[in-house]
């Protein structure tokens, strides 16, 4: 949780103009925000978040400081007093009803504002109160100020102050901040238009949460629990987001605890825990005890499988981890797990995994350069490494597939969906919904049976060959088969239960005394789709679904004409045999 | 105890939670029992009966998650009507078979009838909880949690517990690990969920509910009128924080809760809040009205980032739609042109078919007329074969038909931790205001880097080294 600014830590700072800004908070550095001015990073390490803060124009004498924190009742202040006038319920209105004040008078031209451009650039210069000098200056000489109706003037307010006022807010830098800010201030596109909504209901249809307390559990069940498989390409963003659901995305994630446990003085270990932050990363790293090893996690894990040779998961950054330099203390160094979909397929032919390392004896080492003995090291590790995640991916069993790619779902879909086990939940995001409405066709109803059928056929066409060979195994299809269904179906749509297509979109509204409505203008762009699926065990033998649909009296029908029982829309009163 | 809901394991497990999946909607939630203590009188144990067959639970026990169960043949008809049945011959066997309950007989399976077996998660215990109240649905909930950074180690306080779909999904978001009692942990603290329910009936469901799925010790419920009595757990004056760091209000009036949740209760009271965190709220509520008290509540307790929103979420339908006239006569499909090209073949068509039947009918003989009708026939036929079913038509996408217009107002807000002059001023200490570096020159390369720490490492050695020369000396 994250309870106070701490120093090398990413934060959003919040500005006026509502736009937010992505800061390192170094100690001992400057914080610049533009037309808004910049202070000293030491003034809000140690700070609480979501304070909002004034940059001073002239710093305290005695010790430099240049920020005021903005209490609660001052920010609402506006709001409050306007309630407190008759709730602001209703509008001035005159005798016989109608609005005391309306626009009609008003006459659109820039000559209402006396103040010049000059005039307001000098202001901004000379004059304190961190903006608010300007506002009450340009109130004075607005011409028409008394005609404004309450609503108007609000707005120029609003207007003025997101211009002026010389404010910041401090937010910890989470998922749903890091999406808001890459959805408005960043490129979109990197992260796939993937809006904050959309990345509760991707982790909750994928049912992505902790595994928990490994140890305990591996002892009762065999199975190590909340093992994730991911396809990222918004470029780290849904990894976070998973990540921050199974509690290894904060470095800090644990430690608030023994802050919490002696209420009593919460504040001298907060001191004390802030005074570690402040000793550079290699010196504790000397005397951490164990190295955890990369990717070793067998528990609560992440495996990213990618497309390139590496991962693209650069926004990880800004929680504290970056692929190239991982710092071994995250929770994500031997959490998360990368395979590119070269090793999941044809490891054999990534020289990384098929080609070990030769072991070099003990006595030989100690005669080589420390270099070179670096490099074999980590030649072996990286092996080791590979192998053991590759692995494991390969044997599958995961517990649930969370997909946003550019590449076509159903290929994804087509190799992950088997190494899930079953009751597994699968997630699929896309921008647009006709790469999902392929993906739910492929799974419908009348595929599933159509497959089924043809599975059934080349079964029995492949009994009558073995007929004469006694000792070939009958149920099983051989790969031959095999593909031949894969060509015409591309996937086993059998593995997939109830497919679903959804989008979900969040209308933010406007709360104000007398001023409710939802908000003008939101962003478009891409929609959001999100497609959900259960993996299933179908089962081998033969059966028959029974359907009684009170309405229509249809007979189950027999196999010869299987066409015919095809209907996609009521899912249930079709033959199933398997 | 280990929840199916959190830690389901690679088996279905007796005496827990299973779902059963009949169709995309319907899922039956059960408990595994080889034994049924109030419906007895199945040979097989206990047995639940759907419309696609009859399930014994010992066909559903130790079985991997997500198989396909096949329906056993059950004796449904004679059992348990003992007292009015007509015939008499099933009477006296049901009777017998009441006899030998201990062991439940192995099932047969039946031809037809299947379902899947599901280990339950909040999203399909929502669909298929028993509703009690006005359910939170995924769309909200899934919002809701990740607005509130409900995360592993939270704890979050919800209130009105109503049918528990909220309490399932927040009890999965915080967990981190089940609490034991013999190591209590130091390190870690263990997400909670406290829920309070004013409706006593409601709390008891709720509370049995909880400990049925495995929830004991990770959720707490407590019968309680809030509006009144706050949020401490246990007695309502001298009980135990909670230490919340997120809150859902699902209350009639939250505004007549909101003043318990303060950083320093007026009373003196413990503050039922996290003091090192921030605090997120969420208010769930209908109506407009209700939610501008609220707002204007919250500001006046001086909370911050208020916003309100609603979800809107639609499920969408895929079909494949066929239209044309040469698919033959399948279900679903519509037997109108396709494109106007085939219009006017079709027209043209029947054209000639009805002057070549005039000319017939002016010929005064009858013989010549089924040839083309047949000639038609026997085309539609082929291409219905060249494509199958599942490949014909078009994807289409429309929203489905029973569509959520509105389910409630979310009104978020963050209450920072507190911050006194003394909490300002020890910082100021510890982070002086005015010391700032100016950040020197470009950026260094790592291998820059490491030369510098090297070269300093060699210095610092030499360092070492010298005074011990020096004093081998003397």
């Known amino acids: 949780m994250h309870s106070y600014v701490r120093p090398n830590q990413f934060v959003a700072l919040r500005l006026p103009s509502e736009f937010t800004k992505i800061q390192k908070i170094e100690p001992d550095s400057t914080v610049f925000l533009g037309k808004f001015g910049s202070f000293p990073a030491n003034q809000i390490i140690g700070r609480p978040f979501y304070l909002t803060f004034e940059i001073l124009d002239d710093a305290d004498e005695k010790d430099g400081s240049c920020l005021r924190i903005i209490p609660a009742a001052e920010l609402h202040a506006e709001t409050l007093i306007a309630e407190g006038e008759g709730d602001g319920e209703e509008l001035d209105t005159n005798e016989d009803g109608t609005p005391m004040r309306t626009n009609r008078e008003i006459v659109d031209d820039a000559s209402t ?65 890091l999406t808001n800010h890459m959805m408005e201030d960043q490129g979109a596109a990197r992260i796939m238009e993937l809006r904050d909504e959309m990345v509760g209901l991707l982790g909750c249809w994928g049912n992505v949460h902790h595994g928990g307390d490994a140890s305990l559990d591996e002892a009762i069940a065999a199975k190590p629990n909340g093992r994730y498989l991911v396809v990222d390409d918004t470029g780290g963003l849904v990894v976070a987001a998973m990540a921050e659901r199974m509690g290894i995305l904060y470095p800090h994630d644990g430690d608030e605890y023994e802050e919490q446990g002696s209420s009593d003085e919460p504040k001298k270990n907060e001191a004390e825990q802030a005074h570690d932050d402040e000793q550079p990363p290699t010196e504790s790293s000397t005397h951490r005890p164990a190295r955890p090893a990369h990717m070793s ?83 072996r590790n990286r092996w080791t490494r590979v192998q053991s995640v590759v692995n494991e991916a390969r044997a599958g069993e995961f517990d649930g597939l969370i997909v946003a790619t550019v590449m076509d779902p159903s290929s994804v879909l087509k190799y992950a969906v088997p190494l899930l086990a079953g009751s597994a939940h699968v997630a699929v995001y896309s921008p647009s919904i006709e790469p999902l409405t392929e993906l739910s066709d492929l799974y419908s109803t009348a595929k599933k049976t159509a497959f089924i059928n043809r599975r059934q056929q080349l079964r029995e066409q492949k009994l009558q060959q073995s007929s004469d060979q006694p000792d070939a195994n009958e149920t099983e299809l051989q790969d031959s088969d095999l593909s031949e269904l894969m060509a015409e179906f591309y996937l086993d749509p059998t593995l997939l239960l109830a497919p679903t297509l959804q989008n979900s979109r969040v209308r933010p509204w406007q709360v104000l005394p007398g001023r409710t409505h939802p908000l003008m203008s939101m962003r478009g762009g891409a929609e959001g789709y999100i497609f959900h699926a259960v993996r299933v065990i179908p ?3 033969t059966i028959q679904a029974a359907g009684n649909l009170s309405r229509k009296k249809r007979k189950v029908v027999t196999q010869e004409t299987p066409t015919t029982a095809v209907d996609s829309g009521s899912g249930v009163d079709v033959e199933m045999k398997s | 105890m280990h929840s199916p809901f959190l830690t389901p394991g690679s088996r279905s497990q007796l005496d827990n939670l299973a779902l059963l999946q009949l169709r995309r909607d319907q899922t039956i939630p059960t408990i595994l029992q080889l034994h049924d203590e109030k419906n007895g009188g199945y040979k097989e144990g206990k047995v639940t009966n759907t419309r696609f067959g009859s399930f014994p639970h010992i066909t559903l026990c130790d079985q991997p998650w997500g198989s396909q169960i096949i329906a056993s043949k059950v004796d449904t008809g004679s059992r348990g009507r003992t007292q009015k049945m007509k015939r008499k011959a099933d009477e006296l066997d049901s009777s017998t078979q009441a006899e030998d309950k201990p062991s439940p007989q192995t099932p047969v399976a039946a031809s037809s009838g ?59 978001a915080v967990f981190n690990g089940y609490p034991s009692d013999d190591q209590p942990t130091k390190k870690r603290r263990l997400g909670k969920v406290c829920s309070f329910e004013f409706h006593a009936q409601r709390a008891e469901k709720v509370r049995v509910e909880v400990n049925q799925h495995g929830l004991d010790g990770l959720v707490e419920v407590t019968h309680r009128d809030v509006y009144e009595d706050g949020f401490l757990l246990g007695d309502p004056k001298t009980g135990k924080s909670p230490k919340a760091n997120a809150i859902f209000l699902d209350l009639p009036a939250p505004w007549l809760a909101l003043k318990h949740l303060v950083r320093n209760p007026p009373e003196g009271t413990e503050s039922p809040l996290d003091p090192t965190s921030p605090v997120y709220i969420c208010t769930f509520s209908p109506c407009l009205e209700q939610v501008q008290r609220t707002i204007s509540t919250l500001r006046q307790l001086g909370w911050l980032g208020i916003s309100m929103v609603e979800v809107n979420n639609r499920r969408i339908e895929v079909k494949r739609e066929r239209v044309g006239l040469d698919l033959g006569n399948i279900r679903g499909t519509v037997v109108f042109p396709k494109s106007v090209d085939e219009a006017v073949e079709r027209t043209r068509a029947l054209e000639e078919r009805a002057q070549l039947f005039r000319a017939t009918q002016n010929q005064s003989d009858g013989d010549s007329t089924p040839a083309p009708k047949a000639e038609n026939e026997a085309k539609g036929g082929q291409q219905e074969s060249e ?29 920072p931790r507190e911050w006194t002059e003394e909490d300002e001023k020890r910082c100021r200490e510890k982070w002086p205001s005015n010391r700032v570096q100016e950040p020197q020159g470009p950026q260094k390369s790592k291998k820059q880097l490491k030369r510098e720490s090297r ?15 020096e004093s081998q000396k003397e």
Do not use: C
């Not at chain 1, 707005?155 to 807010?169: A, D, G, I």
């Not at chain 2, 298929?128 to 006005?134: A, D, E, G, I």
């Not at chain 2, 070269?455 to 020369?469: A, F, G, N, V, Y």
């Open chain 1, 113 to 177: 504002q006396k103040l010049t451009w000059e005039e307001i650039e000098a202001l901004k210069k000379e004059s304190g109160g961190a903006g608010r000098e300007i506002i009450s200056k340009l109130l004075e000489s607005h011409q028409t100020l008394d005609q404004k109706t309450s609503f108007s003037l609000a707005k120029y307010m609003l207007r003025k102050r997101r211009k002026y006022m010389k404010r910041f807010t401090v937010l910890p830098l989470d998922v749903s901040i």
């Open chain 1, 297 to 379: 996690a067998s528990g609560n894990s992440i495996t990213v499988l990618h497309p390139n040779k590496q991962p693209n998961l650069s926004l990880l950054k800004y929680f504290g981890y970056s692929q190239d330099n991982p710092d071994e203390t995250h929770p994500l160094h031997k959490h998360l797990k990368t395979i590119s979909w070269l090793q999941l397929l044809d490891p054999n032919a990534d020289p990384i995994y098929s080609e070990e390392p030769e072991i070099i004896p003990e006595s030989e080492l100690y005669t080589m350069k420390s270099n070179k003995r670096g490099a074999y090291y980590r030649k």
């Open chain 1, 539 to 541: 089962t081998q033998q």
């Open chain 2, 114 to 172: 299947f379902l899947h077996l599901l280990y339950p998660t909040p999203e399909l215990w929502t669909a298929s909880l028993p509703h009690r109240t006005q359910v939170v649905y995924t769309p909200d909930y899934s919002y809701i949690l990740h607005r509130l950074r409900a995360r592993p180690g939270s704890t979050v306080i919800e209130a009105g517990a109503g049918s528990g779909s909220f309490t399932h999904a927040s009890v999965r």
């Open chain 2, 387 to 415: 494509v199958p079913v599942y490949k014909q038509g078009r994807v289409m996408t429309r929203s489905e038909l029973d569509l959520k217009n509105h389910t409630s107002y979310l009104v978020f807000a963050i209450l």
């Open chain 2, 455 to 469: 070269e300093k490492r060699d210095l610092q050695r030499k360092e070492q080294s010298q005074p011990e020369t």
